[in-house]
């Protein structure tokens, strides 16, 4: 298996710009996670999916994010309009239904300017 | 509020010494934890977990301590080697043996030197 699939590895945007962030899970695979890396924070739980359906999105800061799924092998993670605040590494992470162990992404490295 | 805390943002360690890393946790329903390896520009990778049923998980050179009644875990590296040097994730789940939320520390940066 390839392993969870990011893209794009990295993002240069300017304030404002839309993002789209894509995630492709291992396949198998029931859940999926979007993370967000921050020196203060360290690995911050945005959102989750269990089979396709959005579980907790109790992390996502706020409106300008939000996720979809729309089928088991493909997710997005999306910033509307993107701050300069936002740049962080993103990480997308999935795990089967009978294991604790999450399988992380190269995470994708994006920068607000 | 930080339930996962690692308090010791970096260490650095000679080859061949042991290596240990600390995490103390808040939450009294977390049953499961794990720790978590991370290279520059890549994913974090699983490294080690232990239930809360044990106090002591062993992997070749890496042995995590779970104390219970002070929440506190921590991973042991002997002999820590170069290739060890990345930042270490310590995670927690409430849920043991099936796929839920981790909520993760900030990380400990180990650096092992020659």
């Known amino acids: 298996d390839a392993g969870v699939i990011q893209s794009p590895r990295h993002e240069v945007t300017e304030m404002g710009q839309e993002v789209t962030l894509r995630c492709k899970p291992i396949?198998?695979?029931?859940?999926l996670f979007w993370y967000r890396q921050t020196m203060m924070r360290g690995l911050e739980l945005l959102i989750y999916?269990?089979?396709?359906?959005?579980?907790?999105d109790s992390g996502m800061p706020e409106d300008r994010f939000s996720a979809k799924m729309p089928n088991a092998s493909f997710s997005t993670l999306k910033i509307q309009p993107s701050e300069p605040r936002d740049s962080a590494v993103y990480f997308c992470?999935?795990?089967?239904?009978?294991?604790?162990?999450?399988?992380f992404g190269p995470g994708t490295r994006l920068t607000v300017l | 509020d930080q339930q996962v805390k690692q308090n010791s943002p970096s260490l650095s360690v000679q080859e061949g010494r042991i290596s240990i890393l600390n995490c103390d946790y808040t939450?009294?329903?977390?049953?499961?934890f794990l720790w978590y390896k991370k290279y520059p520009a890549e994913g974090p990778t699983f490294l080690i977990s232990?239930?809360?049923?044990?106090d002591k998980n062993e992997d070749g050179r890496f042995t995590v301590f779970l104390n219970k009644s002070a929440k506190h875990l921590s991973l042991h590296i002997v002999p820590s080697q170069p290739g060890d040097s990345a930042v270490y994730f310590c995670?927690?789940?409430?849920?043991?043996?099936?796929?839920?939320?981790?909520?993760f520390g900030t990380g400990t940066r180990l650096q092992v030197t020659l």
């Open positions: 992470a999935s795990s089967s239904r009978y294991s604790n162990e999450q399988f």
């Open positions: 396949s198998g695979h029931d859940y």
């Open positions: 999916f269990n089979n396709n359906v959005p579980i907790d």
């Open positions: 939450n009294s329903m977390f049953d499961y």
């Open positions: 232990i239930s809360s049923i044990k």
């Open positions: 995670a927690a789940s409430a849920r043991t043996g099936t796929a839920s939320k981790l909520t």
